[in-house]
């Protein structure tokens, strides 16, 4: 019974111990395999001993639960951790302890997981009552919706049905405020037909004043300019003058000499014989005859052969020979191969669209196709007529120019002047780009006033040959003033482009081809006996003209056309002859564009002093 009884009391004290072992933290030992910490929760209860085990002691059982602050704890704790390190049962109290935790642990894991289970159907119940009243007060809205559109719909009829009705009521009152409109109107046109009459009668005679006063500055600022070039190159035309005449004076001295005393001596023999005498003023009578007969049968002859062959005396350039005999070659050489407009300095956008109708104009002259007829207009000097004529050259077409402003003096010839021109143009086999400069000087506005009737015979002249689209002639018109051509002008005009004046990187490119072309460029064309018998001019050396002084320069010369800077650049050439050394540095460049610069601002101001 003892050894019985024995077991239980050491397990009851293993218990006991274990209780210790618990509380007490990071405790090892020399027979056991495992290591307990001290856990955040509270400890597993001991076993249950056996039914015939007798109850552990008090103060045993104590030591699970309390602290151990009283050393009598203490010692009677460490007594029994040496019992349960003495019993045989030590492992097999370890392993128990072990199992018991493990179950405790899967509980509270299993009780974790209930909870999470729990909480997830209270949220899948929460939202499907969310859902639901969203479903509810969705089809709510969709009903209040459904009256409010129905109830704005029947608004909306009879707010149709008040303005149908509304609008019924002011066409009725339009129609009759317009028959009283429509009265007065009449009456008031009646009692101001005078008055307008008057008013433009007056208008043509202030527009006339102006453009009189305009002529007249423009005239006095081109020759001002003129003297001013003049008196920049009259130095250096005195100096060479001087010596070429000191050098032709010698000459010419010589041979007169020499001629004098071979007349002197054959007067004296004529003068001593009577017969010799007698027929040298015979001779001479008759050389005399004979010249003015051959002169005036020569004059007859020509103007007979010029007024069937040649040229019309209203062209002033042409690429055509003015008397093309069979056999000969055309002189203009057509550029429809070429390289295209690399000397023409326009905006890319302008260049690419003149190209494009350059190629369109010798296409259509392949295809035997109606050609096109073209208006340029722009301020002057901004490339019309060399746009004209390279175009002619790169569309493989022959080119004719005139003016406009020679047309108006000639009276009632003009009509017979303009058939010609449209005569002769049509000998061309490769067409004819016919091209009217001052365009306006003749095809002005048929109301105006101050249009005499030979001018209009004119312009109705040129109407009826452009009357239907040609397949032999492009007429291309350029004028500074497009607003004063007549209506029936601009109607056979079927592309109408405009030139602006140059930008600033226009200019800069102007720029630097003036100065290769008057200062850089060498006269290679100069036959080897003339560079005998002329003078050599002074060469211009150009230093330190950099991009950067062109690209200032070209920004302080803003609004100048192509042909100022043309001007420019020959200003700039006839300072360099002026200097003695002729040499070209900024120095020079700069006080010559600042005078240009000066120079054209005063123009402008001019110009709108007038205008006002």
Do not use: T
């Given at each position: 019974m003892r050894r019985l009884l024995r077991p239980a009391k050491a397990a009851?004290?293993?218990a006991a111990a274990g209780a210790v072992a618990v509380s007490l933290a990071d405790v090892a030992y020399a027979d056991g395999a495992f290591s307990f910490r001290r856990q955040p929760a509270a400890s597993p209860p001991p076993p249950a001993a056996p039914p015939s085990a007798e109850p552990a002691p008090a103060d045993e059982m104590s030591g699970s639960t309390g602290g151990f602050q009283d050393p009598a704890d203490l010692e009677r704790g460490a007594q029994a951790l040496r019992k349960i390190n003495a019993s045989p049962y030590a492992k097999l109290l370890f392993e128990l302890m072990r199992k018991q935790?493990?179950?405790?642990?899967?509980?509270?894991?299993?009780?974790?997981?209930?909870f999470d289970i729990y909480r997830k159907l209270q949220d899948i119940e929460r939202r499907k009552k969310i859902g639901e009243?969203?479903?509810?007060?969705?089809?709510?809205?969709?009903q209040v919706e459904a009256q409010r559109l129905r109830y704005e719909d029947e608004l909306a009829r009879k707010r149709k049905q008040e303005e149908r009705e509304v609008q019924r009521r002011q066409d009725a009152e339009l129609v009759r405020m317009q028959e009283i409109a429509a009265t007065k109107r009449e009456q008031a046109r009646r009692a101001t037909e005078q008055k307008i009459l008057a008013d433009q009668l007056q208008t043509e005679k202030e527009k006339a004043e102006l453009v009189r006063d305009t002529i007249r500055v423009n005239a006095f600022s081109d020759a001002e300019a003129r003297v001013i070039e003049k008196k920049l190159t009259e130095d250096y035309n005195k100096r060479m003058l001087l010596e070429r005449m000191n050098g032709e004076k010698e000459k010419w001295l010589a041979a007169i000499n020499t001629t004098f005393s071979h007349i002197e001596g054959g007067l004296r023999t004529v003068l001593t014989d009577r017969s010799k005498l007698v027929m040298g003023i015979g001779g001479v009578t008759a050389l005399a005859a004979g010249v003015y007969t051959t002169r005036e049968g020569a004059r007859v002859t020509w103007g007979y052969i010029n007024r069937i062959l040649g040229q019309p005396s209203l062209i002033r350039e042409s690429s055509m020979r003015k008397f093309p005999l069979p056999g000969l070659k055309p002189s203009s050489a057509s550029l429809s191969g070429g390289a295209g407009f690399e000397n023409v300095i326009l905006h890319p956008a302008l260049k690419r669209r003149i190209e494009h109708l350059a190629r369109a104009t010798a296409n259509t002259k392949s295809h035997d196709a109606p050609f096109r007829n073209m208006l340029f207009y722009g301020h002057p000097g901004t490339g019309k007529t060399l746009v004209a004529r390279e175009m002619a050259r790169k569309s493989g077409l022959d080119y004719a120019m005139m003016t406009g402003g020679d047309v108006v003096p000639l009276g009632s010839v003009a009509v017979t002047k303009i058939h010609e021109i449209f005569d002769w143009s049509k000998k061309s086999k490769k067409g004819m780009l016919l091209f009217i400069d001052e365009a306006d000087a003749f095809l002005c506005e048929r109301n105006s006033t101050q249009m005499s009737e030979a001018q209009r015979s004119a312009l109705n002249a040129l109407l009826f040959r452009t009357g239907d689209q040609s397949r032999d002639i492009v007429l291309v018109l350029a004028t500074n003033r497009p607003g004063d051509l007549d209506a029936a002008i601009t109607d056979r005009i079927d592309e109408v482009i405009e030139f602006p004046l140059p930008g600033e990187e226009e200019r800069f490119q102007l720029l630097k081809l003036y100065l290769k072309i008057y200062m850089l460029k060498e006269d290679n064309k100069r036959s080897s006996f003339g560079l005998l018998l002329k003078k050599q001019p002074q060469k211009i050396q150009v230093r330190d003209i950099t991009d950067d002084l062109l690209r200032d320069a070209s920004c302080k010369i803003d609004g100048f056309s192509g042909r100022e800077?043309?001007?420019?650049?020959a200003s700039v050439q006839a300072a360099v002859y002026g200097s003695p050394d002729c040499i070209l540095n900024p120095q020079v460049f700069s006080e010559v564009v600042a005078y240009k610069v000066a120079e054209h601002h005063q123009r402008m101001k001019l110009a709108s002093e007038a205008a006002t």
């Open positions: 009851a004290s293993v935790e493990d179950s405790r642990r899967a509980e509270v894991e299993a009780e974790q997981v209930q009243e969203y479903r509810e007060n969705m089809k709510q809205q969709l800077i043309s001007k420019l650049m």
